[in-house]
T-cell receptor
Framework: DAGVIQSPRHEVTEMGQEVTLRCKPI?????LFWYRQTMMRGLELLIY????????DSGMPEDRFSAKMPNASFSTLKIQPSEPRDSAVYFC???????????FGPGTRLTVL | DAKTTQPNSMESNEEEPVHLPCNHS???????IHWYRQLPSQGPEYVIH???SNVNNRMASLAIAEDRKSSTLILHRATLRDAAVYYC???????????????FGKGTLLTVNP
């Protein structure tokens, strides 16, 4: 298996633009997690899905952020409109069950100018 | 949530053992101890986890104190590739959905000298 795939790897955009980050989890994994990493706040969970259904979105910072999982092999995290403070590395992770290890993707480095 | 305390940084020499400590004095009986590491410019990766007994795998060993208030991740022979931030995380398997997430602290930055 190729592991968790994220695209793009790098994204530079201007304030106010819409940004869409994409994730393909490992096949057969029922849990998908979106994390954000910044120097100030470290790694923090934004939202997670179980069988394509959002379970806990309490970490989503505000309404500008939204996440979807239309099928078992694809998820998106959208920021609209983007702001400079959204600049961070966004990681997607998947897991076959909730208590064992999570497999992380390589991340998307987002820069909002 | 039970919290963990780790040193901010540690140094080691290549091919020597490394002992990374973690204190978790408020650990509950159902908390598993997980370790992840994050290499530079990569996503975190799972290292090992345990509940009460010491655990070994191909990457490392986990030594858990008898009272479970502390644990130590042991890298038997550090290599340059082991330079990373190591995170000690507690996960309560009986807390349902709230603990499906991993709560990362600041971790320990391990530097390996050639």
């Amino acid at each position: 298996d190729a592991g968790v795939i994220q695209s793009p790897r790098h994204e530079v955009t201007e304030m106010g633009q819409e940004v869409t980050l994409r994730c393909k989890p490992i096949s057969g994994h029922d849990y998908l997690f979106w994390y954000r990493q910044t120097m100030m706040r470290g790694l923090e969970l934004l939202i997670y899905f179980n069988n394509n259904v959002p379970i806990d979105d309490s970490g989503m910072p505000e309404d500008r952020f939204s996440a979807k999982m239309p099928n078992a092999s694809f998820s998106t995290l959208k920021i609209q409109p983007s702001e400079p403070r959204d600049s961070a590395v966004y990681f997607c992770a998947s897991s076959p069950d909730p208590y064992n290890e999570q497999f992380f993707g390589p991340g998307t480095r987002l820069t909002v100018l | 949530d039970a919290k963990t305390t780790q040193p901010n940084s540690m140094e080691s020499n290549e091919e020597e053992p490394v002992h990374l400590p973690c204190n978790h004095s408020t650990i509950s009986g159902t908390d598993y101890i997980h370790w992840y590491r994050q290499l530079p410019s990569q996503g975190p990766e799972y290292v090992i986890h345990g509940l009460t007994s010491n655990v070994n795998n191909r990457m490392a060993s986990l030594a858990i104190a008898e009272d479970r208030k502390s644990s130590t991740l042991i890298l038997h022979r550090a290599t340059l590739r082991d330079a990373a931030v190591y995170y000690c995380i507690l996960r309560d398997v009986n807390s349902g959905g709230s603990n499906y997430k991993l709560t990362f602290g600041k971790g320990t930055l391990l530097t390996v000298n050639p």
